[in-house]
């Protein structure tokens, strides 16, 4: 199932979180729109697609994961279609909005919830397992680069539509929720006896004896790790999604072929996978809060030679040090949450924190647009962009384990 989630992972991944960026440049020659507007819409995308993460992991936890993929399917695949057809600015806003309910609703937080569930032990080298598939995602990229330069933006946004569905479809009905309904305990460490309780326990009532440092959402939610995590993960995504988005029409602005940009932005997604699954198993080994400050400051290295970029060496230098700890963080920080507070809420948990980070790094790619209208540059914001990842190599080195209240209310 892990597998399974992986190749969804690339496919989703691919043409949302970093193929869409390539849509950019072909939008701007047909309507001369600005690079603010363009970073607007999916800024507003983003943090859509986030505000659906609450539902989405309360869904998943109620209802299992597959039937919250197939809605969430059906609405991003149909949305790309939906895409190929606008012709204003309000049309483009609307489209995006829809697109990113259906991403946020159907993929992420059912698969890393999923995870969880089958997962204790060896959560870290699961998550990256999972999470490698947005790294080999980049694979997309020069596919949606060449479907835009043979077919034009809108066939190719069809395309992208009818594949989603053709490659999503039969993955998802593989998936089960948790490794009780198929009568094994969590990192299959053996199988459920005739005398035990082989149905999950439902959101909000008692957890099995076995599962330790269960908490709900409210008693998360008055932890300072929980806090300190958030905070961390949304400034990170601020400068992190306003890098991504902008990479291609970045290097393009510096001199660099849109080919070779692809090349670059498909580099620096493969290579992250190195981080997801190489700090994704060194958090199951060493504390895990140590592993993502690591991954902060490789991100922080990255970042800076990547806003200093005036030849191929130095790109080629950005993505070996941003990659691997932007890739890294990502499946260290959900196995931090599922050790700190369990997997009983942890789709809600996870929801939760997933939308609070989305609001505060929704401005990141519009900050980034605004300041190259102004200035003509992409420079100026990506130097300012190194800083997030200080604050939040300092939140995360504070954020101890919880401590779970006794006699805390049981309910969300």
């Given at each position: 199932?892990?597998l399974?989630?992986?190749?969804?992972?690339i496919?989703?991944?691919?043409?949302?979180?970093?193929?869409?960026?390539?849509?950019?440049?072909?939008?701007?020659?047909?309507?001369?729109?600005?690079?603010?507007?363009?970073?607007?819409?999916?800024?507003?995308?983003?943090?859509?697609?986030?505000?659906?993460?609450?539902?989405?992991?309360?869904?998943?936890?109620?209802?299992?994961?597959?039937?919250?993929?197939?809605?969430?399917?059906a609405?991003?695949?149909?949305?790309?279609?939906?895409?190929?057809?606008?012709?204003?600015?309000?049309?483009?806003?609307?489209?995006?909005?829809?697109?990113?309910?259906?991403?946020?609703?159907?993929?992420?937080?059912?698969?890393?919830?999923?995870?969880?569930?089958?997962?204790?032990?060896?959560?870290?080298?699961?998550?990256?397992?999972?999470?490698?598939?947005?790294?080999?995602?980049?694979?997309?990229?020069?596919?949606?680069?060449?479907?835009?330069?043979?077919?034009?933006?809108?066939?190719?946004?069809?395309?992208?539509g009818?594949?989603?569905?053709?490659?999503?479809?039969?993955?998802?009905?593989?998936?089960?929720?948790?490794?009780?309904?198929?009568?094994?305990?969590?990192?299959?460490?053996?199988?459920?006896?005739?005398?035990?309780?082989?149905?999950?326990?439902?959101?909000?009532?008692?957890?099995?004896?076995?599962?330790?440092?269960?908490?709900?959402?409210?008693?998360?939610?008055?932890?300072?790790?929980?806090?300190?995590?958030?905070?961390?993960?949304?400034?990170?995504?601020?400068?992190?999604?306003?890098?991504?988005?902008?990479?291609?029409?970045?290097?393009?602005?510096?001199?660099?072929?849109?080919?070779?940009?692809?090349?670059?932005?498909?580099?620096?997604?493969?290579?992250?996978?190195?981080?997801?699954l190489?700090f994704?198993?060194?958090?199951?080994?060493?504390?895990?809060?140590?592993?993502?400050?690591?991954?902060?400051?490789?991100?922080?290295?990255?970042?800076?030679?990547?806003?200093?970029?005036?030849?191929?060496?130095?790109?080629?230098?950005?993505?070996?040090?941003?990659?691997?700890?932007?890739?890294?963080?990502?499946?260290?920080?959900?196995?931090?949450?599922?050790?700190?507070?369990?997997?009983?809420?942890?789709?809600v948990?996870?929801?939760?924190?997933?939308?609070?980070a989305?609001?505060?790094?929704?401005?990141?790619?519009?900050?980034?647009?605004?300041?190259?209208?102004?200035?003509?540059?992409?420079?100026?914001?990506?130097?300012?962009?190194?800083?997030?990842?200080?604050?939040?190599?300092?939140?995360?080195?504070?954020?101890?384990?919880?401590?779970q209240?006794?006699?805390?209310?049981?309910?969300?």
């Amino acid at each position: 199932m892990v597998l399974v989630m992986h190749v969804i992972a690339i496919v989703s991944g691919g043409v949302w979180t970093y193929g869409f960026g390539a849509f950019i440049l072909p939008l701007t020659r047909e309507f001369g729109w600005t690079r603010a507007e363009l970073s607007l819409g999916l800024s507003l995308s983003r943090l859509e697609g986030s505000v659906e993460a609450p539902l989405s992991g309360y869904l998943t936890d109620r209802f299992g994961p597959r039937k919250v993929m197939l809605v969430g399917l059906a609405i991003f695949a149909s949305g790309f279609i939906l895409f190929s057809l606008i012709n204003s600015l309000l049309a483009f806003y609307v489209v995006l909005l829809f697109m990113a309910t259906g991403n946020g609703l159907g993929f992420f937080m059912p698969m890393v919830t999923t995870v969880a569930n089958w997962f204790r032990k060896k959560s870290g080298v699961a998550m990256g397992i999972l999470q490698a598939g947005y790294g080999v995602a980049g694979i997309v990229i020069p596919v949606i680069v060449w479907l835009i330069d043979d077919f034009g933006w809108r066939v190719a946004s069809v395309i992208i539509g009818l594949g989603l569905v053709a490659i999503c479809l039969p993955s998802i009905f593989v998936i089960r929720r948790r490794p009780e309904d198929c009568g094994y305990l969590p990192d299959c460490e053996g199988r459920i006896g005739d005398e035990q309780e082989s149905a999950p326990p439902k959101a909000g009532t008692s957890a099995p004896a076995s599962e330790e440092g269960e908490f709900t959402v409210r008693e998360a939610l008055r932890s300072r790790s929980f806090w300190c995590i958030t905070v961390a993960h949304g400034i990170t995504g601020l400068s992190f999604h306003a890098v991504i988005i902008h990479t291609i029409p970045y290097l393009v602005s510096i001199g660099i072929s849109a080919e070779i940009a692809a090349v670059g932005l498909t580099a620096m997604t493969m290579v992250s996978t190195v981080g997801r699954l190489g700090f994704g198993w060194l958090g199951d080994i060493f504390t895990k809060r140590f592993v993502m400050a690591a991954c902060f400051a490789l991100q922080f290295l990255g970042t800076a030679v990547f806003a200093a970029i005036d030849s191929l060496w130095l790109l080629a230098l950005s993505i070996l040090l941003f990659s691997p700890g932007n890739g890294g963080q990502m499946p260290i920080r959900v196995a931090l949450q599922r050790e700190y507070y369990g997997r009983r809420a942890f789709g809600v948990t996870q929801g939760t924190m997933t939308l609070i980070a989305a609001v505060i790094s929704a401005v990141g790619p519009t900050f980034a647009g605004w300041v190259f209208d102004v200035t003509g540059s992409y420079r100026p914001a990506f130097w300012i962009l190194t800083l997030p990842y200080v604050a939040a190599f300092l939140l995360i080195l504070i954020a101890v384990p919880p401590r779970q209240r006794r006699g805390s209310a049981s309910g969300q």
